[in-house]
C-alpha cells in the first residue's frame, strides 16, 4: 500500500513538473531575447555611415575629429562601439534604406524627413559663402550666388532649404563637389568665383594648402543660418536613448574640452 501511495505521488509530481516547466523554458527565451535586443551589459556594435573626409569634423584615419569623436563618447555611454563607414555624401543618404548601415550621420529634416528615426541636433554647421577678396564679389543673399561660378559640398542643394536649392538649379555654372579638399582648390585656383562649406571645413583645408598656393585672403560671406545636423537610426528605438545620452555628455567638462581641442565655436 505504501509503494502504490508513493508512486501515485511520484505520478503526480511529474505531471506537475510537466505543466510548469514549457512556461519557465518560456520565460528563460524571452528574458535572452529581449538581451539581445536591448543590450544593457554588453557592448553593441553599430554600423554607422558618415561622408568623405571634412576635417576638423571628420578625420577617417584612426575614426578622428570632432564630430566622430563626439559621436563616439555618446555612444560609449549607451554601451555601443560605432563602426564607420566612409561613403560620398551622396551616397550615403540612401544607404539606410538599402539596409546597409544602422545610423547615418550629419543629417536634417531635408535629407531625413521621418522624425521618428531622427535624433535632436547633436552638432551645428556654419555653412558661408566664400571667395577671394581679390575679386571684390559683393555676396550678401543667397539671390546673390546668381550668375556667379560656385562650387558647393555635396548635396547643398537638398542640405541648405528651398530658396537656395532653387539658385543652384537655375544656375548653370553651379556644380557640387563631393572632395572638399579639391573643392578649395577650384577657388585658389581661381576655377570658381565662390564656395558653399562650412567655415570651420574651409579654415582647416585653406591652413593646410595656403602654403603651396599664391593667393589673396578670403572674403566670407554669412548668407546662411547655421545648419544643426542629427543622427538617424534604422531603430527608432535608439532615438530617445541617444537624445538622452547626448543631453547629459553636453554638460560635461569632455565635451567642453572636446569642443576646444578642435576650435569648435559655434
Keep these: 500500500m505504501f509503494r502504490i501511495t508513493q508512486t501515485l505521488k511520484c505520478c503526480q509530481l511529474i505531471i506537475l513538473l510537466a505543466l510548469i516547466l514549457p512556461n519557465i523554458s518560456l520565460a528563460t527565451s524571452t528574458d535572452v531575447t529581449l538581451k539581445k535586443t536591448y543590450p544593457h551589459n554588453t557592448n553593441r556594435v553599430l554600423d554607422v555611415v558618415v561622408g568623405l573626409a571634412k576635417p576638423p569634423y571628420v578625420i577617417p584615419k584612426d575614426d578622428k575629429g570632432y564630430e566622430l569623436e563626439l559621436i563616439s563618447a555618446v555612444f560609449k555611454t549607451m554601451d555601443i562601439s560605432p563602426r564607420y563607414i566612409y561613403v560620398p555624401l551622396g551616397r550615403s543618404v540612401s544607404l539606410l534604406d538599402q539596409g546597409m548601415g544602422e545610423a547615418l550621420l550629419t543629417i536634417n529634416k531635408f535629407i531625413v524627413p521621418n522624425d521618428e528615426i531622427r535624433t535632436v541636433p547633436y552638432i551645428s554647421y556654419k555653412n558661408v559663402a566664400i571667395s577671394l577678396k581679390n575679386k571684390a ?130
Excluded: C
Aim: aromatic fraction near 14%; charge should be positive; hydrophobic fraction near 35%.
Design 137 to 266: 564679389l559683393k555676396v550678401n543673399t543667397i539671390a546673390d550666388l546668381n550668375n556667379k561660378k560656385v562650387a558647393a559640398f555635396q548635396y547643398a542643394h537638398k542640405y541648405l532649404g528651398y530658396e537656395f536649392s532653387k539658385v543652384a538649379a537655375k544656375n548653370p555654372s553651379y556644380i557640387e563637389v563631393p572632395n572638399q579638399f579639391q573643392q578649395v582648390q577650384l577657388l585658389l585656383e581661381g576655377r570658381v568665383d565662390l564656395l558653399v562649406m562650412d567655415i570651420n571645413i574651409f579654415n582647416h583645408i585653406y591652413k593646410t594648402l595656403i602654403g603651396q598656393e599664391t593667393t589673396s585672403e578670403p572674403n566670407i560671406h554669412p548668407i546662411f543660418p547655421d545648419s544643426p545636423y542629427s543622427v538617424a537610426f534604422k531603430d527608432p528605438n535608439l532615438v530617445e536613448i541617444f537624445n538622452s545620452a547626448f543631453k547629459k555628455y553636453s554638460l560635461t567638462k569632455e565635451y567642453r574640452s572636446l569642443k576646444n581641442r578642435y576650435e569648435i565655436y559655434n
